[in-house]
């Protein structure tokens, strides 16, 4: 059994499509899989949310969303504004394990970035991978301003004796500019963890099939694929 906490410097920057990714993987090895978003904000009841989009570009998860908050706010917010208890790390932390006893991997993928807050007491991803002592994937966008968001984050991890796993691109654009192309040598240092992969612009749009297909390709050994980031950085300079 093992626990990943999918995290990352910001909202939007492709965190459900990177944990796709890497639960692709684990299911092509005949591996069980289960995913877990702790607090799914700014969706309605009945509305499709990460967890969902995670079992149709992988396939057969177990998805489990324990809060839902309509307003698309930092959880803790908008728990209050929604007059509904807001979602505690311990409750996150047992959920995984109680999972991770049944699963060969869980994923954990946070709202936002790592210190966004679940409650009005500060508890954020970062407790939960704290009551777990699992490592922390760190996605982070492909261009100019990732490596100081990247490198605040690491700080923080480091700050709470979190192990970082590395940092996987989100999205990294099919016309890399300058920055990206030098952010593949900068990202490993800023975050003083390894580059594990880089998905592609537009893989969240591709089909299912060919999704899990190609998957692998953009992911390191670590997660179970076959990228290699020396390889990679030479294709594109
Ligand atoms: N590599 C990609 N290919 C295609 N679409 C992508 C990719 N990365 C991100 N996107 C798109 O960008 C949007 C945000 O991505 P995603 O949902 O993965 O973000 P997130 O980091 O999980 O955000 P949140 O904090 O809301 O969970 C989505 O509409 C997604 O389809
Ligand atoms: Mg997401």
Do not use: Y
């Not at 910001?10 to 990177?18: L, R």
């Not at 982070?140 to 709470?160: F, K």
């Amino acid at each position: 059994m093992s626990v990943i906490v999918v995290s990352g410097t910001g909202t939007e920057i492709g965190k459900t499509v990177v944990t796709a990714a890497v639960a692709s993987v684990f299911r092509a090895r005949g591996r069980s899989v289960a995913v877990v978003k702790p607090a799914q904000t700014g969706l309605a009841a009945g509305e499709p949310g990460d967890v969902a989009e995670v079992a149709r570009l992988a396939g057969a998860v177990t998805g489990v969303e324990l809060a839902r908050f309509p307003e698309p706010l930092a959880p803790a917010t908008a728990a209050r504004r929604a007059g509904m208890a807001a979602v505690r790390p311990h409750e996150v932390a047992e959920a995984v394990e109680k999972l991770a006893a049944e699963h060969d991997l869980v994923l954990v993928e946070g709202a936002g970035g790592l210190l966004v807050r679940f409650d009005e007491d500060g508890a954020s991803l970062a407790d939960v991978a704290g009551l777990l002592g699992a490592p922390v994937l760190v996605v982070a966008p492909a261009g100019l301003g990732t490596l100081n968001a990247v490198a605040l984050t690491a700080e923080a991890l480091r700050a709470r004796e979190l192990e970082q796993l590395g940092v996987v691109v989100g999205s990294w654009p099919g016309r890399p500019d300058l920055a990206a192309r030098c952010n593949l040598a900068d990202l490993p240092e800023a975050a003083g963890a390894p580059l594990l992969g880089a998905v592609p612009e537009g893989a969240g749009a591709l089909a299912p099939a060919e999704f899990r297909a190609r998957a692998g390709s953009w992911l390191a050994p670590r997660l179970g694929g076959e990228w290699d980031a020396e390889a990679f950085a030479a294709a594109v300079r």
